[in-house]
């Protein structure tokens, strides 16, 4: 028995295949490593990708996101295709790899329906859906003829076979977030008014057709995991009286029931799938732990959602939530998170931020990347990118923000002896502000992870409160400096600015905010102000020049913050702020009219500028010279991290 977790460490046999722990990753899809120009089978870097997690203790690594119909594919999804006999190797490379290190492998079948892109020639034709429906954005879909999804039931069948031959241990059909399976089961998808339609035992027919014919193929032999949305969290959609029902209806077809949460093409409801930091942790084991409290349902259930710190996923496993539990991002930001839990080291666990970087950037850049963990994506790369041996450096890091601390960590653990030189009396910089938002809890974990692990090294000499200044600097020995003094708040020329206050400054002092509050600047800075001092009960005015708010955040982050300004404040974009007075702003909205607002507080979320100049006279104090995050262009957290890794590991 595990001292500190005997849950997590207690090993479960199912069918015959034993899991070694109670933690599996969950589905992170193919696109984030593969798209449209790679190929059918997983190439090296997502292998190695997948492969950490199975290295950091998992019990079982759930390779996710193949599409049962390629009909419509887009230029961020994967193209991968198990069908294709020629990459068959490349899988069981794959598989083989998992099992090197005693975790179990999962492949993901998923037919995204209305909820998929449709792009080029496959959106001309006709798109088959559950049912008869006219999307949001025009598309329309036809309900699919029972010719359609028998075809479509002997595809899945197909794939189950190849799975199998693969060495895979397990198939995860997802059946939840409004996918194909779910809209059939579900009054909101499902408007069909033949055999397929109405009940619930009507509505189930389609995904048991699947469900069947896999089995007809596979037999027992392969573990089938079934995700599915315990509640689709809107009035009219599946709720989890029926998602208790239904799982009665399959569970002997099936192994492991997956209970997730929400709808991905809804914002608000796409944020519960994925929940933000304005959910709390676990925030979805509710509807696990109502399925599993059903004496008819006899199944291991899974429980997935904002999981990562160990004493949440022993709780929720000792209450008996649930029997296993799945996390996504927490793996992505340290894959080696189950190892830490059983070693006993939770304090060294990189806190993931819920900062979607690694679910929505690839949109824009194709690019992987994880804020907190700069190797993720690149695994591949390192061993050529970086030296493998590092000759013992006097190194000086100038700046206590999560940059100066990631390269002090970084440097200290590669041999290096370090001194880091903060002007303030604590570390953390810009990351402070968390301990003021409650809804930034997660980026509060995270700073207080860094000052945890600055204090805990051995090659790290703090020296709080000392400004560090280039003359003295240049007399003390230093084979290397490092510059990370971060940025400065942007002032506009606004008449009357010295009326105002930055953010920043504002939230040294929180309770002196005044009952009406003007935030001039709606980036995701500004939106997050006004959220928090909304929710502090202030009366909050947003002031945007531009037409969007936060085009900074990422999507799915974006979409629930957007939402939680409206839930808590006011906000006027596209305006030109004119005046700030001692108790009044003064501005010109999108239609060219002069309003004048009062304001008891008002705050500037103007931007930020780098300390560059300033950054610049540490460059003779020693050979090697570096600057590093927002001294060199305003970034966030990502670029913070990632700047300090690349200049700790060329030192």
Request: proline share 5%; charged share 20%.
């Amino acid at each position: 028995m595990h001292p500190h977790y005997p849950h997590i460490f207690e090993p479960i046999t199912i069918h015959g295949v034993t899991f070694k722990n109670r933690i599996f990753t969950a589905p992170t899809t193919g696109h984030i490593l593969q798209t449209n120009n790679a190929s059918s089978y997983p190439e090296t870097p997502y292998i190695a990708n997948y492969l950490e997690k199975a290295k950091g203790g998992a019990a079982c690594v759930n390779c996710g996101g193949q599409k049962v119909a390629f009909t419509g594919t887009a230029a961020v999804k994967s193209r991968l295709d198990i069908g294709e006999p020629s990459g068959w190797r490349n899988f069981i490379h794959m598989t083989r790899a998992m099992h090197a290190y005693d975790a179990k492998c999962s492949y993901e079948l998923i037919h995204f329906g209305s909820e998929g892109e449709y792009v080029g020639d496959a959106a001309k034709g006709i798109i088959y859906g559950c049912s008869d429906f006219v999307r949001n954005d025009g598309l329309r879909f036809r309900e699919m003829p029972y010719e359609e999804m028998d075809k479509l039931a002997g595809r899945y069948a197909e794939l189950a076979e190849y799975i199998k031959i693969c060495g895979f241990d397990t198939l995860l059909l997802h059946g939840g977030h409004g996918t194909l399976l779910q809209e059939f089961v579900s009054p909101r998808g499902n408007h069909r008014r033949d055999e397929f339609g109405g009940s619930l035992a009507n509505r189930a027919k389609f995904p048991i057709m699947v469900l069947d014919r896999i089995r007809q193929k596979v037999g027992r032999d392969l573990l089938i995991e079934y995700r599915i949305s315990g509640s689709e969290c809107v009035p009219d959609g599946f709720q989890l009286d029926e998602c208790i029902e239904y799982v009665k209806m399959i569970q002997d077809k099936i192994d492991i029931i997956h209970v997730s949460a929400g709808v991905v093409r809804e914002p608000r409801l796409r944020a519960i799938t994925h929940p933000t930091s304005f959910l709390p942790e676990a925030c979805n084991a509710y509807l696990a732990k109502a399925v599993k409290a059903c004496p008819d349902i006899h199944i291991p259930v899974l429980t997935v959602g904002a999981f990562q710190q160990p004493d949440a996923i022993e709780r929720v496993l000792a209450n008996g939530e649930a029997d296993i539990v799945a996390m996504a991002r927490g793996t992505i930001a340290d894959p080696c998170t189950v190892q830490k839990m059983e070693e006993g080291r939770p304090d060294d666990i990189v806190p993931c931020i819920k900062c979607f970087r690694c679910l929505d950037e690839f949109k824009d850049t194709h690019h992987y990347n994880c804020s907190v963990n700069p190797t993720a994506g690149r695994e591949t790369q390192l061993s050529w990118l970086f030296p493998q041996t590092h000759s013992p450096k006097k190194v000086a890091v100038i700046g206590g923000g999560p940059g100066g601390m990631e390269t002090a960590l970084l440097a200290a653990d590669l041999g290096h002896q370090v001194t880091l030189f903060e002007a303030s009396g604590q570390l953390g910089g810009q990351l402070n502000d968390a301990d003021v938002m409650r809804f930034k809890y997660d980026l509060r974990l995270f700073k207080d992870y860094l000052i945890r692990q600055v204090g805990s090294r051995s090659g790290i000499t703090l020296r709080l409160n000392t400004k560090a200044e280039p003359e003295k600097l240049s007399g003390m020995g230093f084979d290397a400096v490092v510059c990370a003094i971060g940025a400065e708040p942007l002032i506009p020329p606004i008449p009357g600015v010295e009326h105002a206050v930055t953010i920043g400054g504002s939230f040294l002092n929180p309770d002196q905010a005044g009952t009406r509050v003007v935030i001039i600047g709606g980036g995701q800075a500004g939106c997050e102000a006004a959220v928090h001092y909304g929710m502090m009960g202030r009366e909050v005015l947003l002031l945007e020049q531009k037409p969007q708010l936060a085009p900074d955040a990422m999507r799915t982050y974006r979409e629930e913050l957007l939402g939680q300004v409206g839930d808590h404040a006011r906000a006027v974009t596209g305006v030109k702020v004119e005046a700030i007075g001692e108790n009044a702003v003064t501005y010109v909205d999108a239609e060219g009219v002069s309003r004048t607002e009062a304001a008891d507080t008002v705050l500037l979320a103007t931007g930020m500028k780098p300390r560059a100049g300033l950054a610049e006279q540490f460059r003779s104090c020693a050979r090697y010279f570096r600057k590093l995050g927002d001294c060199v262009s305003v970034g966030n957290v990502s670029t913070a991290v990632h700047d300090a890794y690349d200049v700790a590991m060329t030192l």
